[in-house]
């Protein structure tokens, strides 16, 4: 495929406007990705923290917000992508 700036006027101007058309399209993809792959990690994350930081210092505080952030991140995606969610 030829360079951008190689292109005749016409074809370059078809190109930009479709550059623009699915660029909304590529950014809501890419966070909607995102955020897939972060709540996906929502699992793991908590058990490294659970082991890390509760356990050894035997918080309940630490405890009790990591698992309310665990379980707020389960239900934002069943929210997300669960029967009737919003994706």
Do not use: E
């Not at 406007?17 to 809501?28: A, D, E, G, K």
């Amino acid at each position: 495929m030829a360079p951008f700036q190689k292109l005749p006027p016409n074809r370059r101007r078809d190109t930009a406007r479709l550059t623009q058309r699915f660029f909304p399209t590529v950014i809501l993809m890419l966070l909607v990705f995102g955020l897939i792959n972060v709540l996906a990690q929502a699992g793991s994350f908590y058990m490294l923290q659970l082991c890390d930081r509760a356990l050894t210092s035997a918080s309940i505080r630490k405890l009790a917000a990591l698992s309310a952030l665990a379980i707020g991140l389960y239900l934002l995606w069943h929210a997300a992508f669960g029967p009737g969610g919003l994706l």
